[in-house]
């Protein structure tokens, strides 16, 4: 079992940044992938970002050159580094991993407001 759980989120003006946390815990070797999804009311829940074990990062098309995953393994912690919020980037922010035996785990959500 995978443990996440999520930090970060809040209201911020258009233009501004955010940086979201999701610290994991459990059997967290079994990870293969952490990601960051998002759902807006009325809309389906989308992957904004995903980081590999080995680093590989895959972006939407929506967010490439504003939003940054990273992680650091030391403290099982993955980040998203959102810059320059636009208001259709507001939703439920939340994190994803996907282990082996196509295992996923959720956190619990965080929410991200941006006021135009």
């Known amino acids: 079992q995978v443990q996440l759980v999520e930090s970060g989120g809040g209201l911020v003006q258009a233009g501004g940044s955010l940086r979201l946390s999701c610290a994991a815990s459990g059997t967290i070797f079994s990870i293969k992938v952490m990601g960051w999804y998002r759902q807006a009311p009325g809309k389906q829940r989308e992957l904004v970002a995903a980081i590999t074990s080995g680093g590989i990062t895959t972006y939407v098309a929506s967010v490439k050159g504003r939003f940054t995953i990273s992680r650091d393994n030391a403290r099982n912690t993955v980040y998203l580094q959102m810059n320059s919020l636009k208001p259709e980037d507001a939703a439920v922010y939340y994190c994803?991993?996907?282990?082996?035996?196509?295992?996923?785990?959720w956190g619990q959500g965080t929410q991200v407001t941006v006021s135009s």
């Open positions: 994803n991993a996907a282990a082996v035996g196509r295992q996923n785990y």
